[in-house]
């Protein structure tokens, strides 16, 4: 029901954009969030979008990382500029009819997509 896309290797400095596309039919009354697990460490939401469009962010990657929604569309976006070789991590979408945190996230899971960023 969730499908996530646009991962792929880039070097430090560079951007990405990853879509997740939802094929539930009330996506525009969902909360959405994008979440990401690197390797040995514990899963993390990366930034969060509320259905009236208010958004938060992880504090390392504010500034640099952008998510948005196209309601019309379904999907969820993150853009992701000067990434970081932190930021090397398998991204997971996620979404949900409470906002999505931390310690909440959605019952809703797209399939990861791999995020590799070379120094």
């Known amino acids: 029901q969730l499908q996530a896309s646009g991962g792929g290797s880039v070097q430090a400095g560079g951007s990405l954009r990853l879509s997740c596309k939802s094929s539930i039919t009330i996506f525009r009354i969902m909360n959405m969030g994008w979440f990401r697990q690197a390797p040995g460490k514990e899963r993390e939401l990366v930034a969060a979008?509320?259905?009236?469009?208010?958004?938060n962010y992880l504090d390392s990657v504010k500034g640099r990382f952008t998510i948005s929604r196209d309601n019309g569309n379904k999907t969820v976006y993150l853009q992701m500029n000067n990434l970081k070789p932190e930021d090397t991590a398998v991204y997971y979408c996620?979404?949900?009819?409470?906002?999505?945190?931390?310690?909440?996230?959605?019952?809703?899971w797209g399939r990861g997509t791999l995020v590799t960023v070379s120094s």
């Open positions: 996620n979404l949900g009819a409470m906002q999505v945190t931390m310690n909440q996230p959605g019952v809703y």
């Open positions: 979008i509320t259905v009236g469009g208010n958004t």
